[in-house]
C-alpha cells in the first residue's frame, strides 16, 4: 500500500537508524532521501517530526566534532 497507513503507525525508524543511514549516505557520497508522508490532514506524523528533529541534533553535534 502506497501512502499513510494507521496500522504503520509506530513503525517508523528512530534517529539512530536514520543517522546510521546518513551517515552510509555519506561514506558512499549518494544522496539519501527521507520519506514523511502526510496524514490525512496534511500534517506530519508527530514521531517523524521527532526523529527528523533529533536526527538533526544528532547530526549537528557530531558535524561540530567532525564526525559526520
Known amino acids: ?3 499513510y497507513s494507521k496500522a504503520e503507525d509506530g513503525k517508523h525508524k528512530n534517529a ?3 543517522l ?3 551517515q ?3 561514506a558512499r557520497n549518494m544522496n ?3 520519506n514523511t508522508g502526510p496524514l490525512p490532514d496534511g500534517s506530519l506524523p508527530p514521531e517523524d517530526v521527532k526523529t ?3 536526527t538533526g541534533r544528532l547530526a549537528a553535534a ?3 566534532n567532525n564526525k559526520i
Open 32 to 34: 539519501l532521501l527521507l
Open 52 to 54: 527528523l528533529r533529533e
Open 20 to 22: 546510521a543511514l546518513l
Open 1 to 3: 500500500r502506497w501512502g
Open 62 to 64: 557530531l558535524n561540530k
Open 16 to 18: 539512530a537508524q536514520v
Open 24 to 26: 552510509d549516505a555519506k
